[in-house]
């Protein structure tokens, strides 16, 4: 399954429609980062919130994902994770660790908005 | 009437007559144990004491009991059906269970009280002995299921009331309360075993949700004790709420708790921790952009 990858002023925003397999989560993966530098984005969302299962190999990808992404200049928000996949996850041992995450779409646009205007204020100085 | 019983005559001779005669031993048995009722149920009371049965009982009350099982499980011998016994039994052990009487007890005292009967009538019919057989055959399922009802509504309603505790104290245990707009607060009061524990992160996660909340103040004040498995779990809920966008802030570690923790070693730097609950929500207004100031002040300020 494709997973369709939007522009949204500064951000791009990724919305998973439904369960991914390995290959489609490599596929976001090389999406993500190439589009990033085409858009000169300066965020990224991941919307999960149609994931009702998350096994290593996705978490793997997604930590993948943010730190690629963070190495191409751009903060990024995993949004949406189900109360009941935050359960399973953490007792397989899958965190997200120094991966921003939000309750949902609108959250982590907030968040993203707080991330890049801090790191825009800095840069300022 | 006549020709009604004809029929079924004809249809199931064997069956009728053996139902008869059958009947007719249960009358007949049922007659013996009434008319020597009294004696019968002296020497159940005497026989219960002296196998030490019902202790938390007095002995006026042991007879009183007696005297209402006794009847209860004749009625139940001539009619057949245990309806009435299954009730006095759920009944007794309703008021017999908090004072302290266990299972055996009560199997004990009915099982007595077979064996009584089965004496009374061995004794009655000693010099015929193939009708003492046949009073036996008609006499010992029944007397069986008796024992069998009564010790099964006990256990059923000792379980009852296990339940029924065991969902109180379910219930009680884990409130997830908004203080703020997008504050939870979490106090945790009592032991936390793995059930429960998995139970609290569930609840905290729903309410996350439901409440679109941003930080969680989750007190420790109220658990007493802590060791690796109570901390992990701790751990993991923090965790989790985190991948829901959402900070915890654990409160209310006391003394001891902090003491064994870093005696054992669990790993909380992940965790963000504030002395008591008061801190704790000062600390998570502070991350949500509140500041609370005495009015007073705010009109000098105007």
Redesign the interface.
Same mark, same amino acid.
């Given at each position: 399954m494709e997973v369709p990858i939007l522009k949204q002023g500064g951000y791009v925003i990724a919305t998973i429609q439904g369960a991914l397999s390995d290959e489609d989560l490599l596929r976001l993966q090389d999406n993500l980062v190439d589009r990033v530098g085409k858009y000169r984005s300066k965020g990224v969302i991941v919307d999960v919130t149609a994931l009702d299962v998350m096994d290593s190999f996705a978490t793997k990808t997604l930590r993948s994902i943010a730190y690629m992404i963070k190495l191409r200049g751009a903060e990024t928000v995993i949004c949406g994770i189900q109360p009941e996949v935050a359960f399973a996850m953490t007792h397989l041992g899958l965190t997200l660790e120094g991966i921003s995450t939000a309750l949902d779409l609108e959250e982590g646009l907030v968040l993203l908005d707080q991330r890049t205007h801090a790191r825009g204020t800095s840069s300022e100085r | 009437m006549a020709k009604k019983d004809d029929l079924q005559v004809q249809k199931i001779p064997s069956q009728v007559v053996a139902d008869e005669s059958w009947s007719e031993l249960l009358r007949q048995l049922v007659a013996h144990l009434r008319q020597n009722s009294a004696q019968l149920r002296q020497e159940w009371a005497r026989r219960i004491t002296q196998a030490r049965l019902l202790t938390a009982m007095t002995q006026d009350e042991i007879f009183a009991e007696a005297t209402t099982i006794y009847d209860n499980y004749v009625d139940a011998l001539e009619s057949g059906t245990f309806e009435a016994l299954q009730a006095y039994a759920r009944q007794l052990s309703e008021r017999i269970i908090p004072r302290g009487v266990e299972t055996d007890e009560v199997i004990g005292i009915v099982l007595l009280l077979r064996d009584v009967l089965a004496r009374s009538l061995f004794a009655k019919y000693q010099h015929d002995f193939p009708f003492l057989n046949r009073v036996l055959d008609a006499y010992e399922p029944a007397a069986n299921s008796i024992a069998n009802t009564v010790a099964v509504s006990f256990v059923k309603e000792r379980e009852r009331t296990i339940t029924q505790q065991q969902e109180a104290i379910r219930e009680l245990s884990t409130p997830v309360l908004q203080v703020r707009e997008r504050l939870l607060i979490l106090p945790i009061i009592g032991l936390l075993d793995p059930q429960r524990a *998995?139970q609290l992160? +569930?609840q905290l &996660?729903?309410g996350?949700?439901t409440n *679109?909340a941003?930080v969680v103040v989750i007190d420790i004040t109220g658990v007493a004790a802590m060791d690796s498995n109570v901390a992990n779990h701790l751990v993991?809920?923090v +965790? /989790?709420? *985190?991948? &829901?966008? /959402?900070t915890v802030i654990v409160t209310g570690l006391s003394p001891e708790i902090a003491q064994t923790l870093v005696t054992i070693g669990v790993d909380l730097t992940k965790m963000n921790t504030v002395g008591d609950l008061q801190g704790g929500i000062e600390e998570a207004e502070r991350l949500l952009g509140y500041k609370v100031i005495p009015v007073s002040e705010q009109l000098r300020k105007e």
């Open positions: - | *998995r992160t +569930e &996660l729903q996350i949700r *679109r941003k993991q809920t +965790e /989790a709420s *985190r991948l &829901l966008g /959402a």
